[in-house]
């Protein structure tokens, strides 16, 4: 057993001994804070499996943003779980036969790193490895497959962010005007560390977002960053003066505009003479300066919608609580 | 040579990182165990880092790689440097603000009364009361009566 298969071992026990830790746990306030320690664990694994895009997404989703936005549904609820002894047969049976059903088709799935898994047979895989440089000149493959080979996946899946936003402000709403009682007084020691520590993650995400063509990065990545860097200016002083930079009615506006940049992409594909998201149509003479101009902007578009959603969606949790810190 | 120098560090590192983790599972309470937690963040993942610094600076580098190594590990010193401690700070405020007495917990309206004093207890009794009115101890435990050394059982505020 080599090295790190040895340390990807130890993460898998650790999850696993997490994830029984949480199923025990009465107390929903420290379950939270174990499942982001799980995203933690995630990341580091990601990481380990040269997946770093991934693994950055786990970590500012999974150990931040979700965490904060559970915290937050602690706060409105009670931090809690109701106890009762009795049984019930009918969600048990349920669980135990999608458990056994799970552990079944495990063993249909390829061994970690099986060079005879369908994924490195099948003709698609070849082709995006060898002619993916010759298309596009962008080194990074997952760049390409993402934004132009799979480009209308990628469409629905930026519409699924838009979808989910728009369903947490119809479920939540506007919040009255009286329940904007904010903490009086942030901290000052966490107020200047995080104004200390905002810039370089505001920059950070630019750089993940425009070198996407380059290095592990992109749009889902960066949106999710510039997100987690107003989400910490909320937490560390009052989400107030986050509103102040970054208002909720910008915000709102920002979310469809994000899919509409996406798709706008597409129908100047369309208008050049190409199919839709054919970026080659962008510039007839050198394709590959099309693809690079489609990429940029389609990844643009990505970006703009996950930042907007996810600061949506924390705004209208944030707002329904009665005091936040 | 520097190598040798870098491992010691490192393994000084890993020591320190060994002693707070004890230190977070034996001391008696919440507020003496976060400072365990403390020294894992601060010392003992700044020791290795400092450690790792001056081992890359001993490698053989014919391509000078190992100079954005370094610039990288430091980055990452720096962001410690300044997210541990707040981290730490923050966690023994929301523990103090939400009522967590408990055996052992710092009594900060005695602090700020001793004779000899303590530098700036005053101003540290501010920030974690956060400027409202001060209440004593005593007339917040009659209010919140749940005096227990566990975490979860604290009220929400």
Redesign the interface.
Known sequence: MTFVSTITLVFFVLLAVVAVAIGKMRSLFAAVMLSGIFSLLSASLFVLMDAVDVAFTEAAVGAGISTVLMLMVLHLTSDKETHSNEVKVFPLLIAVLCGAVLLYATQDMPHFGDPNAYIHQSATADHYLNQSYDDSHIPNIVTTVLASYRGFDTLGETTVVLTAAVAVMLLLGRPKEEEHDLSKSPDPIIEVGAKMLIPYILLFALYVQFHGDFGPGGGFQAGVMFAAAYILHALSGTVRSAQEAASENVVEKLIPLGVLLYAAVGVWCVLKGGNFLEYNALDPEHPAHGQHLGILLVELGVGITVFSAMLMIFYKFALRGREVR | MLQIIGSVILLLGTFICMFGAIGLLRLPNFFARTHGASITDTLGALLCIVGMVVFTFGMDDPMKFNLLVVVKLVSIGV?LL??SP?AG??LT??AYRRGLNGKGAPNLEDVANLPFGIHGAADTRE?LE???EWVSREARSEQEPNNSDN??SGE??
């Open positions: 962001f300044v997210t707040i700070h923050a405020r929301s920030l956060g400027g409202e975490l979860n929400q505020s």
